[in-house]
């Protein structure tokens, strides 16, 4: 008669009925009779992963007769994969101006995921570089590292500061403004150009602007607007008079030279010049 065997295995499962690092499966024996003669020596396991593991051992008794038994396990040593994924993508420039949600999504090809980081919201306060992270762990109780979002974050507006009227050589309006966060200005006039209601006079990285097309005696206002990389954006608005030396209107303009008008008049002044010297 074989003699019956017992297979075990050095400790009990990490989480869920799955081991996630190695373990000793050792077999025992019993004969009453003859009694027992040897076993398998214990076999350690450390992988690969799988879903159903079977290690098998046999013992004989000293008649030689043998007898095997087995332990079947599940084993997932790999931590799973995690992503970040933000609610919506950044602006053209990598920003964000307003909260941004960020969620991790994992993935276990052997145990499947258990769980994952809640999802994260950054809200504040306004930096160039910031993370957010979680990570995701699996049913076999593997904690992934860390993913981690990167992102650029601004929700406040631009200062614009000191916009008046400044002297122009010649004919024109010019006006000046500061501003340390914006990188784009945008001007536009009330009333605007060839008769439009308004007009976008400058756009650009410079704060200042000469306006030559203008008529002497209008008021005119300019909205200045100030924007940020973020998108971010504050405005702010000038009414400024042109004055009657700003530019010569078609309407005043003076009559073009003529050389026929210049002969004419230098032919009547020498008439009466010689009419007084014959006189």
Known sequence: TAPPVDASSSRGPDSNGWYNHGLTVGFSGSDGLSGVAGCSAPRSYAGPDSGSVTINGTCSDVAGNPSGASVSFKYDATPPDVEARPDRKPNAKGWYNREVRVSFVGTDATSGVESCAPAATYDGPDTKHVAVSGSCRDRAAN?????????????????????????????????????????????????????????????????????????????????????????????????????????????????????????????????????????
Do not use: M
Request: overall charge positive; charged content about 25%.
């Open 143 to 279: 904690v992934s590292g860390e993913a981690r979002f990167q992102l650029k974050y601004d929700t406040t507006e631009p200062e614009l500061a000191h916009l008046r009227r400044a002297k122009l050589r010649g004919r024109g309006i010019l006006l000046r403004w500061a501003s340390d966060d914006a990188s784009t200005f945008v001007v536009v006039r009330r009333p605007g150009r060839e008769g439009a209601r308004s007009s976008t006079v400058y756009t650009g990285p410079e704060p200042r602007l000469v306006d030559r097309e203008v008529t002497a005696g209008v008021e005119y206002r300019y909205t200045v607007t100030a924007s940020d990389e973020a998108g971010n954006s504050t405005a702010k608005d000038l009414l400024v008079r042109s004055e009657s030396s700003t530019r010569v209107t078609s309407a005043a303009r003076p009559t073009p030279f003529s050389w026929s008008s210049s002969r004419a008049t230098s032919w009547t002044i020498s008439s009466r010049v010689c009419a007084a010297w014959a006189s």
